[in-house]
Every structure is written in C-alpha cells, then in structure tokens.
C-alpha cells in the first residue's frame, strides 16, 4: 500500500474526518501541520499522534501478511476450504 492510499484510509476515520480540514499535510516531513495559527494545540499532537500509530500498525499487518504469504505452512496444506488443516 502506498503512502498517499494509507493517507486515504487515514482521512476516513471518524474522528480524523472530524478535524482534518484543519490541516495540510507535509510530504517532506510526513506530518500535518494547521493551516491556521488558530488550531488548538491538542489537535495538532492528536492528528500527528494518531498518524504515526495508524503508520505503525499498518507496518504490523503488512508484516504479518507477508509472512503468512510466504509461509511454508500455509503454501503446503492441502486441506479443503471446509476443513481445518492439521499437517
């Protein structure tokens, strides 16, 4: 997945979609900044904040299906669909 399509998911969440047009994103440096000296402070640690986790954690299941991609385990079961797999 991309930046920019993570970014898209990233505006979709309730609570960012709430206050994301208070911001403009930064590619250089991968964070929002206001784009008015008016944003509450506690906004701009918030929506960089949530970022940065929605980032880690988006690392983490990328990670993960990788890894179960190319899993021996996985590539080698022969089970039907229906049936659960005990090789």
Known sequence: MTLEELR????KL?????????FAYNVDLNKYEPISDFVVPE????????????QEQQKKIDDFL???????????????PEKVCLE
């Open 66 to 80: 990788n890894a179960v991609k190319g899993s021996v385990l996985v590539e080698s079961c022969k089970c039907k």
């Open 43 to 54: 906004y701009i640690g918030f929506i960089n904040g949530a970022w940065y986790a929605f």
């Open 14 to 22: 309730p609570h960012i979609e709430l206050i994301i047009h208070l």
């Open 8 to 11: 898209l998911k990233f505006k």
